[in-house]
């Protein structure tokens, strides 16, 4: 995709504020929803048949569709995560600079296509029924993507119309996070094995036991994110969620959300397949090729001509560093053809290695991944670890259920094969890339008996396992700092003059906001726990 081209997508994308209260019916996704004919500058009619729709838009847009993909997470987390690097010599995000016309993606759209949706659903459903609470969720999943970039943000008052929307503090934002999840949950307990907006569920079909595990896992999640902040709270919440019941069962617990070119909504990350511009990092590169980790051959492409064989299924898989200049970006070890495109599970272009292609064009269906089964599992073992009940297994246990699960998913179910990998004392290599990196960490596989060790193996296959989700695997590298990432290679980030002691840990707030909601803005500062409003300042949750 080239600049003029990201230019006409900006142009085109909403780029509406929170006083936004029409009720929008851009009811693309994957299905032949029947055109609603409604003026879009006034509230619409709501009735029975429509509230499935407006559920779908709101799934839609809250697990970032395709039309926000690119600029709102793989120009970002994605990179920060260190699940690709850039290959594009203008995409100066992977070189820590955050373009603010860009990253609103991760904003607008769940004030303008989630919000309003969800809020109708509400406003014309039992608060007791099962359509009610599953909206209840997915405005959790939502905003927790939003608030996990800035921190304060719009929140209890969204949707209302006032001249000025105020900030909330993230704590707060999250203890309601809970307090939605929970109650969510005990409204849907009663109508377990019964379904609810059927095909219009676009992740689950409208199975309620599905969604019951759904939000406790997210709930989970959120209790772990803040373990290092309020481990009181963290832990009570985490042990209600398992106990309650979380995903466990990989693939039939694992969310996806469907996607189709039938609609217009392909998965964003096989959208960008066909620009070639992003490759594996030097970091994957590292850790699947030194761990000889059979996901390999899903997660990524073999490289076209590649300089660096490795034996056996792991030749021609190579990464680039995150953070090169235009001038590196250019030598011969670090050009598209010499390192690894996304997988075939998301390549669109018919890629040939060796007579052999690769690549095959039935990308637009593929599924996008939401939460997993292997996640609970990781997350899970971390608790154990912090000495929470975690449903009476060790750590060790759900670490390799961990794997397990997150192995189930991509389809290798040898147990042979899984068990290898469990045991194995494997750890990263040098992944030979254009700047001679060496290993980026010595975390071996197999169950350490060094408790700090051991928390690193969590975090790394966590990591793994997450793939490609690089919103999580960002904001799980802030909270824990555990993770080991390759320090990026150059910064054009004013602020950020040593990679090595300095990371992103935030995105400022949008500057389109200041020009529209700026007595907002400047009052949220203050919210941000005494630092300024810049990408250095963490989060509520990230004490490290």
């Given at each position: 995709m080239n600049m003029s081209q990201i230019n006409q997508l900006l142009n085109n994308r909403l780029q509406t504020t929170l006083l936004a209260g029409a009720l929008l019916f851009s009811l693309s996704c994957?299905?032949?929803?029947?055109?609603?004919?409604?003026?879009?500058?006034?509230?619409?009619?709501?009735?029975?048949?429509?509230?499935?729709?407006?559920?779908?838009?709101?799934?839609?847009?809250?697990?970032?569709?395709?039309?926000?993909?690119?600029?709102?997470?793989?120009?970002?987390?994605?990179?920060?995560?260190?699940?690709?690097?850039?290959?594009?010599?203008?995409?100066?995000?992977?070189?820590?600079?955050?373009?603010?016309?860009w990253v609103g993606a991760n904003f607008n759209p769940y004030y303008t296509d989630v919000l309003p949706q969800i809020q109708s659903i509400w406003a014309n459903t039992d608060s007791l029924s099962a359509e009610h609470a599953m909206a209840e969720i997915v405005w959790v999943l939502a905003f927790q993507k939003a608030t996990d970039y800035w921190g304060p943000i719009p929140y209890f008052s969204a949707g209302t119309v006032a001249q000025s929307v105020p900030y909330d503090a993230q704590d707060k934002i999250y203890y309601d996070f809970f307090n939605r999840l929970d109650a969510a949950v005990a409204v849907l307990t009663p109508f377990?094995?019964?379904?609810?907006?059927?095909?219009?569920?676009?992740?689950?079909?409208?199975?309620?036991?599905?969604?019951?595990?759904?939000?406790?896992?997210?709930?989970?999640?959120?209790?772990?994110?803040?373990?290092?902040?309020?481990?009181?709270?963290?832990?009570?919440?985490?042990?209600?969620?398992?106990a309650a019941g979380v995903m466990t069962t990989s693939p039939g617990d694992d969310a996806f959300i469907e996607r189709?070119?039938?609609?217009?909504?392909?998965?964003?990350?096989?959208?960008?397949?066909?620009?070639?511009?992003?490759?594996?990092?030097?970091?994957?590169?590292?850790?699947?090729?030194?761990?000889?980790?059979?996901?390999?051959?899903?997660?990524?492409?073999?490289?076209?001509?590649?300089?660096?064989?490795?034996?056996?299924?792991?030749?021609?898989?190579?990464?680039?560093?995150?953070?090169?200049?235009?001038?590196?970006?250019?030598?011969?070890?670090?050009?598209?053809?010499?390192?690894?495109?996304?997988?075939?599970?998301?390549?669109?272009?018919?890629?040939?290695?060796?007579?052999?292609?690769?690549?095959?064009?039935?990308?637009?269906?593929t599924p996008q991944?939401?939460?997993?089964?292997?996640?609970?599992?990781?997350?899970?073992?971390?608790?154990?670890?912090?000495?929470?009940?975690?449903?009476?297994?060790?750590?060790?246990?759900?670490?390799?259920?961990g794997i397990t699960a997150s192995m189930n998913q991509w389809g290798i179910t040898d147990a042979t094969v899984i068990s290898n990998y469990i045991s194995s004392t494997n750890t990263p290599i040098a992944p030979g890339d254009g700047l001679n990196s060496p290993a980026v960490s010595n975390v071996p596989i197999k169950w350490s008996t060094d408790p700090t060790m051991e928390m690193e193996q969590i975090m790394t296959q966590k990591w793994l396992g997450l793939f490609p989700d690089g919103m999580e695997a960002w904001a799980d590298y802030r909270r824990s700092h555990v993770l080991p990432l390759y320090p990026v290679a150059n910064s054009d980030n004013p602020l950020i003059t040593n990679t090595s002691t300095q990371w992103l840990r935030r995105i400022p707030f949008l500057l389109s906001e200041k020009q529209t909601n700026g007595a907002a803005v400047t009052a949220a500062v203050p919210l941000l726990g005494g630092g300024p409003d810049n990408e250095l300042t963490p989060l509520w949750w990230d004490k490290n």
């Amino acid at each position: 995709m080239n600049m003029s081209q990201i230019n006409q997508l900006l142009n085109n994308r909403l780029q509406t504020t929170l006083l936004a209260g029409a009720l929008l019916f851009s009811l693309s996704c994957t299905k032949k929803f029947t055109q609603i004919d409604t003026d879009k500058n006034s509230i619409a009619t709501v009735t029975p048949a429509t509230i499935p729709f407006l559920f779908s838009h709101a799934e839609d847009i809250a697990t970032v569709n395709q039309a926000n993909y690119q600029v709102a997470q793989n120009l970002f987390a994605d990179q920060y995560a260190q699940y690709f690097g850039c290959e594009a010599t203008y995409f100066g995000s992977d070189r820590l600079v955050i373009n603010q016309a860009w990253v609103g993606a991760n904003f607008n759209p769940y004030y303008t296509d989630v919000l309003p949706q969800i809020q109708s659903i509400w406003a014309n459903t039992d608060s007791l029924s099962a359509e009610h609470a599953m909206a209840e969720i997915v405005w959790v999943l939502a905003f927790q993507k939003a608030t996990d970039y800035w921190g304060p943000i719009p929140y209890f008052s969204a949707g209302t119309v006032a001249q000025s929307v105020p900030y909330d503090a993230q704590d707060k934002i999250y203890y309601d996070f809970f307090n939605r999840l929970d109650a969510a949950v005990a409204v849907l307990t009663p109508f377990a094995g019964t379904n609810a907006y059927g095909s219009y569920d676009l992740i689950f079909g409208g199975d309620v036991n599905h969604w019951i595990k759904f939000a406790n896992t997210l709930r989970l999640r959120c209790a772990l994110r803040i373990s290092k902040v309020d481990p009181t709270r963290a832990q009570s919440e985490a042990e209600a969620a398992v106990a309650a019941g979380v995903m466990t069962t990989s693939p039939g617990d694992d969310a996806f959300i469907e996607r189709s070119s039938v609609g217009g909504d392909i998965n964003g990350l096989s959208t960008m397949s066909d620009w070639n511009e992003f490759r594996m990092s030097a970091t994957m590169a590292s850790v699947l090729k030194g761990y000889q980790d059979p996901r390999i051959v899903d997660y990524f492409l073999p490289t076209v001509n590649s300089g660096n064989p490795t034996p056996g299924i792991f030749a021609n898989y190579d990464g680039v560093r995150n953070g090169l200049t235009v001038a590196q970006q250019t030598l011969a070890p670090n050009l598209a053809v010499a390192n690894s495109h996304q997988g075939q599970r998301w390549a669109s272009t018919n890629v040939t290695v060796g007579g052999t292609i690769v690549g095959i064009a039935t990308y637009t269906n593929t599924p996008q991944n939401v939460i997993e089964s292997a996640e609970a599992y990781f997350l899970r073992a971390e608790g154990a670890m912090l000495g929470w009940n975690m449903g009476g297994q060790t750590p060790q246990q759900l670490y390799e259920a961990g794997i397990t699960a997150s192995m189930n998913q991509w389809g290798i179910t040898d147990a042979t094969v899984i068990s290898n990998y469990i045991s194995s004392t494997n750890t990263p290599i040098a992944p030979g890339d254009g700047l001679n990196s060496p290993a980026v960490s010595n975390v071996p596989i197999k169950w350490s008996t060094d408790p700090t060790m051991e928390m690193e193996q969590i975090m790394t296959q966590k990591w793994l396992g997450l793939f490609p989700d690089g919103m999580e695997a960002w904001a799980d590298y802030r909270r824990s700092h555990v993770l080991p990432l390759y320090p990026v290679a150059n910064s054009d980030n004013p602020l950020i003059t040593n990679t090595s002691t300095q990371w992103l840990r935030r995105i400022p707030f949008l500057l389109s906001e200041k020009q529209t909601n700026g007595a907002a803005v400047t009052a949220a500062v203050p919210l941000l726990g005494g630092g300024p409003d810049n990408e250095l300042t963490p989060l509520w949750w990230d004490k490290n």
